[in-house]
């Protein structure tokens, strides 16, 4: 089967990727149960929160009650870690299953998944591995971007990776492959800025330069995260997408610029490891819903240094 | 079929070295500028191991606490490499790694932290189990007596039985939390009763006769066969206090009705 030659009934062109019209200033993070007794006693205006979809897969229990209790107060993100969307074989059933439960019962404003793969062969790896852009690989990714949107009835956002290493095999550029895979399923994409920064640094290319070429317009989502530091081979700068710390200035440079250009899009602060307290990460919101707010209305050339 | 095998090339390529640091990166991986790989493909050799290492210590922490970081963590890195996960769903992983602990070279010193283990990964079953009501001390008190000794009773998901010829309850009890651990002086075996009557896990020990008789009961015996059971193997067996307890516990959720 051709992807180019497939069309969806779900995904329709030309309209904002986002589930809900409101939703387009919201700031949220990401959701950790240490948080639960804190977020419900400090409300965040305008906030929403997201949650690995795998997490909440199991029957019942603590887990989803607290699920619940936030989704009572906010508008929720589902953010698929496994799917191995960009795995050579075919999506595990038992998973989508799942996933479409977690979609069905949460009724979030957001759905995502990534470019990456994490299972191969019946190992689960965990981790978001790499693939090569090439013709062939863009044909399995739109087929399985396809499935995933058949299964929940509605379009995802999938989201570019970080990376440490390139594949002498591909034959396109990671923004050519992903607005195709916009262009072919009609999913929309989730920019994550700190992804962005980490794969130009260990890439060697220009992050500004990577943004001009990506389809900034189909953006339903943007992900800002730290990122810890390593060395390469030649002893040079390597950075780690680690999710374990404030986001950094150069960071937050690139997402003013990005938002000043689109306006304001959906802004999750990714925090995994090495938690803060609440109010730390509720800070990191405020700063992008700030920056929304300032720089959401076209503002070309007026970059302001605040931050 | 040739671009379709061609195709899959990339991720066995990727994987096969992931879990077997004696692999090196497939020649397919590059660098910028002709730059190496060693360090950047360990990136993901370093994120794949780490993570499961650190899942393991997730649903293993009294086991971490009583071996010390160090030891669990070179342990549960021999397990993550032989046994890596199948399922994405990571609290699903483990389940192989209390019988990896009893075949330990290194922990043969401690013969009771298989059973632990095996009260911990029961733990992280009956947290994630489907939400259904305990069964209520209404409800037997609402059976006809005559028909009491031929009662069955529906298993709540959650509910979970870990028999032990050690003191492994105690030793669950006593690491699973930051508190302090004072030297434990028994040598008798434990059987461990893992529910969630309400919101949260509770492991309870079981008196005797009493992993017997709530076995039988979850693998649908009638009261009275499970009742047999239990005196046949503790003549002491207290049919009151273990109804009580197993009320309180929620071990079951309804009475079984027909067949």
New interface residues.
Partial sequence: MEYSTRTTAIGERGRPPVGTPDAQGLAGTSFKHEHLSAILADRLKDGFFEVHA??Y?????????ALAAIREGYPLSIHGV?M?IG???AL?AT?LA?FRDVVVRYEPALVSEHLA???????????L????YTK??LE?VCDHVNQVQEAIKRPILLENPST??????STMSETDFLRAVAQHTGCGLLLDVNNVFVSAN????SASAYLAGFPLEEVGEIHLAGYSE?????N?L?L?DSHDRAISDSVWTLYRDVVSRIGPRPTLIEWDSNLPDWPVLRAQALTARRIMAQHGISLAGELSHEV | MRSENRLCEYAAAFAAGLTDPAIVAPEDVVATSGKGVVKRYNVYRNNVTVSLIDALADIYPAIQRITGVEFFRAMARFHVRATPPASPLLFEYGRDFPAFIESYEYARDMPWLADTARIERAWLDAYHAADLPALAAEALGGIEPTSLAGVRFKPHPAARIVRSPYPAVAIFAMNRTDGPVSPLCSSEPEDALVTRPEQDVVVSRLPAGGATFLIDLLEGASLSDAVAAAFQEAPSFDLQANLAGMISAGVFTAVQHGD
């Avoid at chain 1, 591995?129 to 090569?132: C, E, H, K, V, Y």
């Avoid at chain 1, 260990?202 to 290319?205: E, I, Y």
């Avoid at chain 1, 390593?230 to 030649?234: F, G, M, N």
């Fill in positions: 795998e997490n897969m199991g029957a019942g229990g603590p887990p989803h009650r496994c191995s795995g050579p074989g595990d998973h799942r793969w994490s299972s191969h062969g019946g190992t689960f790896f965990n981790d591995l790499p693939l090569p062939e690989t399995k440490y290493v390139a594949f002498a095999s260990n890439h060697g290319f390593q060395e390469d081979d030649e040079e390597l780690i």
